[in-house]
């Protein structure tokens, strides 16, 4: 996007100070081909605070650096990029593979929990929670529940409801859609919700993966994908040993298929697929 075309003035300067800001709240680096992304997602927020150019929107986060700006600047930039049953091989082990055998680790408590970290507007904590209770159908007594987590809180509200439009749902299986989801009446036929059954095992929180967050209770398995690829090694060696102190022993962590843990961690062995078990 050239300069003249662009409603307000965007400098080198204000981008730096923007991306650090990023770096720093989110630990998501930046890099120099994100200039016109930063422009296009931000030139929304300077338009309804009424600021004439970026580096006034820039002098206004530093001045209110708690603020209510601060989350819609974060709800702005972060990229939410997700689909139903996005990598299927993932579900497959997961009902192949990983529920029988929790079903087995776990029988004296009866409990599988799993955490969906950077779950974006819900597609994949819904495909999991599609996938547990289909496996688990046979199966009286089990408590199994997910937490899903992200930074934005947009996301997160659109996630919550479940409510979608039906192009969203169109590659998901046409039994799946039927059993588990609603169509819309009149306006909102357009429109599809998930059952109750689906969203009632899953509580959707906020978490700022940068933050001092530790779960109550480790995790089973722990779904990180297309996450740890905007961080630094650094940041990725810190914030995988922290899933890894979140996650039982024996528990899996499925990351994107861009992603790799080599050189990152010895506290993971490779399954296979970007599939990766605790192994201490």
């Known amino acids: 996007m050239s300069e003249r075309n662009r409603e307000f003035e965007f400098t080198q300067r204000d981008f730096d100070f923007l991306r650090k800001m990023s770096n720093d709240r989110t630990g998501i680096v930046v890099s120099d081909d994100k200039f ?29 650096p708690e603020g209510d700006e601060s989350l819609e600047f974060i709800n702005s930039i972060t990229t ?3 689909a139903f049953f996005r990598e299927n091989h993932h579900f497959e082990y997961l009902t192949k593979t990983v529920i029988p055998e929790l079903v087995g680790k776990n029988s004296a408590d009866r409990k599988i929990r799993i955490w969906s970290s950077g779950c974006s507007t819900g ?65 909102n036929t357009d429109k599809v919700r998930a059952k109750k059954e689906l969203r009632e095992i899953i509580s959707f929180k906020q978490i ?29 060696i ?27 961690t010895n506290r993971f062995e490779l399954i296979g697929n970007t599939i990766y078990r605790k192994i201490k």
């Open 208 to 236: 700022n993966l940068m933050s001092d967050w530790k779960l109550r209770q480790p995790r089973d398995v722990i779904f990180c994908r297309n996450v740890i690829i905007y961080f630094d090694k650094e940041t990725k």
């Open 36 to 64: 016109d992304m930063f422009y296009s997602r931000l030139s929304r927020r300077v338009r309804t605070l009424g600021l004439r150019k970026f580096s006034e929107y820039c002098d206004y986060l530093k001045a209110n």
């Open 238 to 264: 810190r914030l995988v040993d922290r899933y890894a102190e979140n996650l039982k022993t024996g528990g899996y962590l499925f990351i994107g298929h861009s992603e790799s843990l080599f050189n990152i």
């Open 80 to 82: 939410n990029l997700t």
């Open 123 to 187: 597609e994949e904590p819904y495909s999991i929670a599609m996938t547990l209770h289909d496996a688990m159908s046979s199966l009286a007594g089990w408590d199994y529940r997910i937490m899903a987590t992200d930074i934005d809180s947009n996301v997160l509200t659109t996630a919550s409801n479940g409510i979608y439009q039906m192009e969203r749902v169109n590659g998901v299986d046409k039994k799946l859609l039927r059993r588990w989801f609603q169509q819309g009446k009149g306006s």
